[in-house]
Nanobody, 126 residues
Framework: QVQLVESGGGLVQAGGSLKLSCAAS????????MGWFRQAPGKEREFVAG????????AYTDSVKGRFTISRDNAKNTVSLQMNSLKPDDTAVYYC???????????????????WGQGTQVTVSS
């Protein structure tokens, strides 16, 4: 079992920055694919960023490349998402998710992630 708790969301003006954090509990955290997803009102949940279990491979959705950076600290059981140059289109509830263990792949589908946090709201004003 893995429990995930997100924090760091809030209201920010366009062009600003936020850093989301995801605190994980459970012994298997360091061996899991991890991802950040987001869901805007009326839209499906979409992949934002993720990395494989070893952390040597990362992936981002095209709309955030060059602006967002995902990182993990296995010693602290945390995953972070640094978001810079935020745009109103980034407004959404952001979710941290834990995927399969010991996979070299980064999965963009929610189907591969059995564990989810409760989400944190990010609102970017124009």
């Amino acid at each position: 079992q893995v429990q995930l708790v997100e924090s760091g969301g809030g209201l920010v003006q366009a062009g600003g920055s936020l850093k989301l954090s995801c605190a994980a509990s459970g012994r298997t955290f360091s061996s899991r694919t991890m991802g950040w997803f987001r869901q805007a009102p009326g839209k499906e949940r979409e992949f934002v960023a993720g990395f494989n279990w070893s952390g040597d491979s990362t992936a981002y959705t095209d709309s955030v490349k060059g602006r967002f950076t995902i990182s993990r600290d296995n010693a602290k059981n945390t995953v972070s998402l640094q978001m810079n140059s935020l745009k109103p289109d980034d407004t959404a509830v952001y979710y941290c998710a834990a995927g399969p263990t010991y996979s070299g792949s980064i999965f963009r589908s929610t189907d591969y992630y059995p564990y989810w946090g409760q989400g944190t709201q990010v609102t970017v004003s124009s």
